[in-house]
């Protein structure tokens, strides 16, 4: 099992920043890859980015050039910097990692609000 917490969401105005966390615990070390994904009402769940194991990054159409996606395996804690905030990426941002066996863990997700 993988527990994960997501903070550092929030009301941001538009053009502002933000750094989401997501607190990793339990099975670390059958952990391979962490993303976040975002929900947004009536809208299906997005990729927002991803990082691998091996620290290769992929990173969502709608974000590219705004984020990035960083772990530090030292705290078991993912980050994700979002700039440059735009109305549209209000949503709730979820945290996953998926294990070796494939299956996927999510955490509760952390709202974001961007004001225009």
């Known amino acids: 099992q993988v527990q994960l917490v997501e903070s550092g969401g929030g009301l941001v105005q538009a053009g502002g920043s933000l750094r989401l966390s997501c607190a990793a615990s339990g099975s670390i070390s059958r952990i391979n890859t962490m993303g976040w994904y975002r929900q947004a009402p009536g809208k299906q769940r997005e990729l927002v980015a991803s990082i691998t194991s091996d620290e290769t990054t992929n990173y969502g159409n709608s974000v590219k050039g705004r984020v990035t996606i960083s772990r530090d395996k030292t705290k078991n804690t993912l980050y994700l910097q979002i700039n440059s905030l735009k109305p549209e990426d209000t949503a709730v941002y979820y945290c996953?990692?998926?294990?070796?066996?494939?299956?996927?863990?999510w955490g509760q997700g952390t709202q974001v609000t961007v004001s225009s």
């Open positions: 996953c990692a998926r294990i070796t066996s494939g299956f996927f863990f």
